[in-house]
């Protein structure tokens, strides 16, 4: 998969023919797949390259600092995701002041070095300064100069339409499993293992540390967790804690803690990918190791029972779309 970071750049004289999926697809959730698996098809029917075109950072982060809001999938994982869903050319540009003052006909214009045939687009896309071009702007365009345009309708799931907004209230709130189902995937936190207390060791739970302070990505409600956690390739079940330790009150920030089934070593420095499937309980407080502890063991069982039901490591988790 090519990846182009600026239109301004010098871009090969032509691109094979290509159709392009326009989107910001800051979650590639099921609807974002939706446009892009809908242009994937038309690629492979009309023996086209397929070009997916979005922003490397959020448009909000020029146009109101404040609300850019947190991530639901990083850019490492965007690309990742993109690349093995067949995707040739990633067109994966900033927002920047320069791109958010081009006219609906401009930002077209810039596209032509990929030589598109068919643009694909949700319901809801806009494009050009403030947002002028509309879907109905790009379809008339489309019939003047001679290419295809496929506007697809919203996905919705129980009657919610799926959006990156609602997806990070739902992770936020503890809805995990109904957020992975609005993904298509688990939903996952990549981060370096951390020293904690060596608490979890003395108790009989030892725990590899994710430190989340000031983090780009959502984080799940404080609680426990089902999840499996993915370290130099394999694959561990686990039990996750995302909190403050309230029963010690000794952490200043929230962490995330997983306790890896079947899993010892020195992990200290290492990535772990943390895939979130079932919210278990709330973050509480006891009063003392034994009733935490005792606590902890239930989690454990009924984490291991979860899995043994619904087996569904990170590594062969299957979209749903």
């Known amino acids: 998969m090519e990846i182009i970071t600026s239109l301004d750049a010098d871009l090969k004289n032509e ?41 490397s950072n959020h448009p909000l982060a020029l146009i109101r600092p404040d609300l850019v809001p947190v991530r639901i999938i990083s850019a490492e994982e965007k690309i990742r995701l993109l690349e093995a869903d067949g995707v040739d050319y990633l067109i994966n540009i900033p927002f920047t ?26 319901e809801n896309f806009t494009y050009g300064f403030l947002g002028s ?11 003047k100069n001679g290419f295809e345009v496929i506007v697809r309708p919203l996905v919705k799931m129980n009657g919610n339409i799926v959006s990156s907004t609602g997806i990070r209230n739902l992770i936020r709130a503890g809805h995990i ?4 189902e609005m993904l298509g995937r688990a939903y996952s936190i990549t981060g370096q ?14 725990t590899a540390n994710i430190e989340l302070l000031h983090g780009e990505m959502a984080v799940p409600a404080p609680g426990v967790y089902a999840v499996t956690a993915e370290i130099d390739g394999a694959v561990y079940e686990g039990m996750g804690n995302i909190g403050n330790n309230p029963t010690f009150n000794d952490v200043e920030h ?17 990535q772990m990918k943390v895939y979130f499937y079932k919210y278990i309980r709330a973050e509480q407080k006891f009063n003392g190791v034994e ?26 988790f299957m979209l749903y779309y």
């Not at 698996?37 to 922003?55: E, H, I, M, S, W």
């Not at 320069?98 to 609906?104: D, E, K, R, V």
């Not at 951390?194 to 979890?200: A, D, I, L």
């Not at 929230?254 to 290492?270: I, M, P, T």
């Open 15 to 55: 691109y094979p023919a290509t159709v392009i999926a326009l989107g910001t697809f800051d979650g590639l959730h099921l609807g974002h797949n939706d446009v892009i698996y809908t242009a994937r098809d038309y690629a492979r029917q009309n023996g086209l390259k397929l070009a997916v075109f979005t922003f």
């Open 97 to 122: 002041e320069a791109f958010a003052s081009l006219s609906p006909d401009e930002f077209l214009e810039g596209l032509k070095h990929f030589n598109y045939r068919c643009l694909v687009v949700g």
């Open 133 to 143: 071009g509309k879907t109905e702007t790009l379809e008339r365009s489309g019939k």
């Open 177 to 180: 499993e109904y957020a992975n």
């Open 193 to 206: 293992i951390v020293h904690g207390e060596q608490r979890g060791r003395k108790l009989g739970f030892p």
């Open 254 to 270: 929230v962490r995330l803690e997983v306790n890896l089934f079947d899993c010892s070593g020195d992990l200290y420095g290492k």
């Open 291 to 316: 009733a935490l502890c005792q606590q902890i063991d239930e989690d454990k069982k009924a984490i291991k029972a979860y899995f043994k039901k619904n087996s569904c490591p990170a590594a062969d």
